[in-house]
């Protein structure tokens, strides 16, 4: 069959055509707007759409949801805005409120931090997963994030490194961009084993993609792998890839001070005969709604990785479902850790070290259909429309009992829900950068914001 024809219409036994339009950077349009992926939707009754994003989207039709990942844009956000206003029964994937507190790392993990993290127990009647996989023996588990300092630029060496010390963040720490949001430098790494090689982050010497703003991280020992958790709704499926191990973290690389690091856990980065690649090809374990697409366990664990480390199926799925409310997003992936030194018996620590929006799910086998899965529970109605969450500027604080009295951005889509804290308050007061002046450390953004983050999902508790 032609292309022309496999995309006329949806295929035999499906009835409404849900139309989901695509803006999307050129990169995204390769590996996401195939012909796989447009056979796969049709057959589901699904038709996607390139968008013009310079275009009114008023002039380009009606659809039922509108997926975008593009880089930081007012005019495209204005354009997105005045379509909701119009429609507001779009659904959007996602909150341009939700994005923006991803694409800055001293708001995007918040909610992990205030009160000690999330406490998360089993489900009542939980039965583990068969075979099973993760660690046994415990009924809590703790999920926080490191600590962490921001760096602003005109920061000197001498108050960079008396920040540090306030925060009692010690050697080996990582340093990050500020910034994720695609801009050139975003993925830019670092170890820092020597305070005095500071002055090198400071002045771009160590890479070109590592200056101020930056985000200073407390490194914690995880065994050298990191799982990499990708929710598309209420999906989600759970990944293991390389982490910072002992060849970034011995005499060479201290005697180095600091040193600029690779993508370590981007599967992309290793060749396709390597062990890393093997070791990060595989998926561990899938939840949710139809899990049986594209989710058969196919990892091959390193050796050195004990199974006790991979969190079980009951906290991914409760630590998803907590974001997916705290950030307002429904497509995004989060990087986890299980420390090595752990506390008392009966509990379990998690860290989460990162949040991406929109990530490569592309990396994952069969993912034409897990995506398209996503859209399509979308579209049917999973999550909120534009209009749920729709609210003015004047009508985004919270409630005097504790309650959101409109949980949404002005972008109308679904955003952050909270308690005492306002989603605008991650974000700065006028809703941009939230960027302190040199001197703070990330924990005084809590402090602005105030309040704590409500844990919604069940068995989610704060602590």
């Known amino acids: 069959m032609k292309e022309a024809e496999a995309e006329s219409g949806p295929a035999s036994g499906h009835g409404r055509v849900f139309r989901v339009g695509c803006a999307?950077?050129?990169?995204?349009?390769?590996?996401?707007?195939?012909?796989?992926?447009?056979?796969?939707a049709r057959l589901k009754g699904i038709k996607l759409e390139l968008l013009d994003p310079a275009r009114s989207l008023?002039?380009?039709g009606e659809y039922d949801a509108i997926v975008h990942k593009l880089r930081p844009n007012t005019a495209w956000e204005q354009n997105l805005q005045e379509y909701i206003r119009a429609h507001p029964g779009v659904?959007?994937?996602?909150?341009?409120?939700?994005?923006?507190i991803v694409h800055n790392r001293a708001t995007m993990l918040l909610p992990l931090r205030e009160h000690g993290g999330l406490l998360l127990h089993p489900p009542h009647g939980y039965t583990p997963r068969k075979p099973h996989v993760g660690a046994s023996g415990f009924h809590t588990a703790r999920v926080t994030s490191p600590m962490q300092v921001d760096?602003?630029?005109?920061?000197?060496?001498?108050e960079a490194q008396a920040l540090l010390a306030a925060a009692g963040l010690k050697p080996p720490l990582l340093v990050k961009p500020l910034w994720?949001?695609?801009?050139?430098?975003?993925?830019?790494?670092?170890?820092?084993?020597?305070?005095?090689?500071?002055?090198?982050v400071l002045h771009g010497a160590v890479s070109s993609e590592l200056k101020p703003p930056l985000v200073v991280q407390q490194f914690v020992a995880h065994g050298g792998v990191l799982f990499k958790v990708y929710v598309l709704g209420q999906r989600t499926v759970v990944c293991q890839r390389p982490s910072l191990g002992e060849n970034y973290l011995g005499q060479e690389a201290k005697r180095a001070g600091v040193l600029s690091l690779p993508r370590i856990s981007c599967k992309s980065t290793y060749a396709k005969d390597s062990p890393e690649y093997r070791f990060s090809a595989g998926v561990?374990?899938?939840?949710?709604?139809?899990?049986?697409?594209?989710?058969?366990?196919?990892?091959?664990?390193?050796?050195?990785v004990a199974q006790s480390?991979?969190?079980?199926?009951?906290?991914?799925?409760?630590?998803?479902?907590?974001?997916?409310?705290?950030l307002g997003l429904q497509l995004f992936n989060f990087d986890m850790i299980c420390p090595v030194q752990q506390p008392a018996e009966g509990e379990r620590l998690y860290h989460v070290v990162d949040v991406n929006y929109f990530p490569g799910v592309d990396k994952l086998d069969n993912f034409e259909q897990l995506f398209v899965d996503f859209l399509k529970a979308t579209c049917e109605g999973e999550g909120s429309t534009a209009a749920d969450m729709q609210v003015d500027k004047s009508a985004r604080s919270c409630g005097a009992g504790g309650?959101?009295?409109?949980?949404?951005?002005?972008?109308?889509?679904s955003s952050v829900s909270c308690g005492e804290v306002e989603a605008a308050g991650l974000l700065g007061p006028d809703g941009g950068d939230g960027e302190a002046n040199c001197g703070a450390p990330a924990p005084a953004a809590e402090a602005t914001a105030g309040g704590h983050w409500e844990a919604q999902a069940a068995g989610v508790a704060m602590v």
């Open 24 to 40: 999307l950077l050129p990169k995204k349009v390769a590996r996401y707007y195939t012909s796989a992926v447009r056979k796969v």
């Open 58 to 60: 008023l002039d380009q």
């Open 91 to 100: 659904k959007v994937i996602d909150s341009l409120a939700g994005i923006r």
């Open 151 to 158: 760096i602003n630029e005109g920061c000197t060496l001498s």
């Open 180 to 200: 994720t949001d695609g801009r050139e430098g975003s993925h830019g790494l670092a170890v820092l084993h020597d305070m005095a090689a500071l002055g090198k």
């Open 284 to 304: 561990i374990y899938g939840t949710g709604n139809g899990t049986g697409a594209g989710t058969t366990p196919s990892a091959h664990f390193a050796p050195t």
């Open 309 to 326: 480390m991979v969190p079980p199926d009951w906290v991914t799925s409760a630590l998803s479902g907590a974001l997916r409310e705290k």
């Open 403 to 413: 309650e959101a009295d409109a949980a949404g951005g002005e972008d109308g889509a």
